[in-house]
């Protein structure tokens, strides 16, 4: 699926959300509804709790899509945000996007090596709401060479590689630094 049609599921979901809740469902019964659509408690929540940033981005990414921005760009673009529950929204939106054309490209290494960066994220990598919770660059590395190790006998990528997927993944770092993620 493209972006655009990936949007504009999204938005209908949006809307069944919002339709839900005029009929006088509760949270919880809008939350159990949404959860069988694919999404998670903290998206619904943060689809009901903080509509106008998330108008925001959708007016964002119609605009990337009618550009035919990359996933890459507008994940970069939209990552100076650093917002855990926008991360969450593009990995949702971009998720169909993304599989489609790693199935197309499935010879390129950069798109394998994302996808082991991908593999690496959800096995060893947990995003929290705690703002405590800070990771630095160098502790990402660690971790991402011991999982490396114990899986693949070809050398680890470069640091800077994961530190773009990173910026990419969880928003842009300050300082080499990630808040409300830890390792898992």
């Keep these: 699926m493209t972006l655009s049609q990936n949007l504009s599921e ?7 959300m919002d339709l ?8 919880q019964q809008t939350t159990d509804e949404m959860t069988l659509l694919g999404y ?3 998206q619904v929540n943060f689809m009901q ?4 940033l ?7 990414l119609n605009l990337y899509s009618e550009q035919n921005v990359a996933a890459a760009k507008v994940r ?5 945000l650093n917002n855990v529950n926008i991360n969450s929204l593009l990995d949702t939106v971009f998720l169909k996007t993304d599989s489609k054309h790693l ?10 090596e994302a996808s082991r960066f991908d593999q690496f994220f959800t096995a060893c990598v947990k995003i929290t709401t705690e703002p405590t919770d800070i990771v630095k660059t160098t502790d990402f590395y660690t971790a991402f060479a ?3 190790g114990g899986i693949y006998e070809e050398s680890v990528p470069d640091k800077n590689d994961l530190k773009e997927f990173l910026s990419i993944k969880l928003g842009k770092s300050n300082k080499n630094t990630w808040s409300n993620v830890a390792l898992a």
């Design 40 to 42: 998670t408690s903290s």
């Design 54 to 60: 998330l108008n925001s981005v959708l007016l964002r």
């Design 10 to 16: 999204f938005k209908f979901n949006l809307e069944t």
């Design 76 to 80: 970069s673009s939209l990552g100076v």
């Design 20 to 27: 839900l809740i005029s009929m006088g469902r509760t949270s």
């Design 49 to 52: 709790s903080s509509r106008p």
């Design 146 to 148: 011991d999982w490396w």
């Design 103 to 112: 199935e197309e490209d499935d010879d390129e290494e950069p798109k394998n």
